[in-house]
């Protein structure tokens, strides 16, 4: 257990063998990152779960793309999140996971998940049970992909934050590129192709070192952005 900056407990992370290993080995070391706050009260200047995924996610070598503080307010939430999956591979939004009527923000993600991942929220309600008891049945904290990005939905307390990324994000950032990216997904379009004397060379045919898989997504393979 290692002590996480409020005071509380967090589980030391578990280093992963197998394939597992092996991917984190060979994803990028920088990701793009988007934070979403979402918050009918705090402002960018007392967001401090915002304020501690930036500086987490830049200590860790990552890059913070975009960032944006919305109301309780599933139209606001629907477009800055749809926005913030064309410019990041990994989106994280904290706040309006609970069950109160002004929280909104789990139907608005989960009505753009293509892919669930469900472990997240199993995983963070697990490591909440330890800290709060049975309250932390009442988080419905989700996760998925969204347009070739993966979309972590965090309930807005800094200690819930400090939890999920303590506890399961800070190590998976480029594990999480890595497996997103390296066969593509269906409906994600690549980028127009760039014509004219500045075109680069066409990739290696299929059986000559290279292919599709070589340079999807946002990242490519064993590199940065």
């Keep these: ?32 990152v988007a934070i979403l706050t979402v918050s009918d009260t705090r402002t960018p200047e007392t967001d401090t779960s915002g304020q501690f995924l930036r500086a987490e996610i830049e200590a860790h070598g990552h890059e913070v793309v975009a960032y944006r503080v919305v109301k309780d307010d599933a139209v606001q939430i629907r477009s800055a ?9 990994v989106v994280l939004s904290s706040g309006g ?8 923000t789990v139907p608005v993600v989960e009505s753009l998940i293509t ?14 049970y330890q800290q ?19 979309v972590f939905a965090m309930p807005g307390s ?20 890595f497996e997103v990216e390296r066969h593509g997904q269906p409906g994600v379009l690549a980028p127009p192709p760039i014509t004219g004397p500045d075109a680069p060379a066409p990739p290696p045919m299929p059986g000559a070192g290279g292919g599709v898989a070589a340079g999807l997504g946002r990242h490519k393979k064993g590199g940065g952005l």
């Design 158 to 177: 800094l200690n819930a934050v400090q939890t999920a990324w303590n506890g399961i994000l800070k190590d998976e950032l480029g594990h999480l590129a």
């Design 81 to 89: 999140l749809v926005a913030f999956t064309r410019e990041a591979t």
């Design 1 to 32: 257990m290692t002590d996480a900056p409020d005071g509380t407990h967090s589980p030391s992370p578990v280093q992963p063998g197998g394939s597992a290993g092996s991917h984190r080995g060979a994803a990028p070391q920088q990701v793009r």
């Design 132 to 150: 709060v008891g049975g309250a932390a049945m009442l988080s419905r904290a989700v996760a998925g992909l969204v347009r070739g990005a993966v």
């Design 115 to 128: 892919k669930p991942i469900p472990g997240f929220g199993e995983l963070f309600r697990m490591l909440s």
């Design 97 to 104: 996971t609970g069950i109160t009527g002004r929280d909104v």
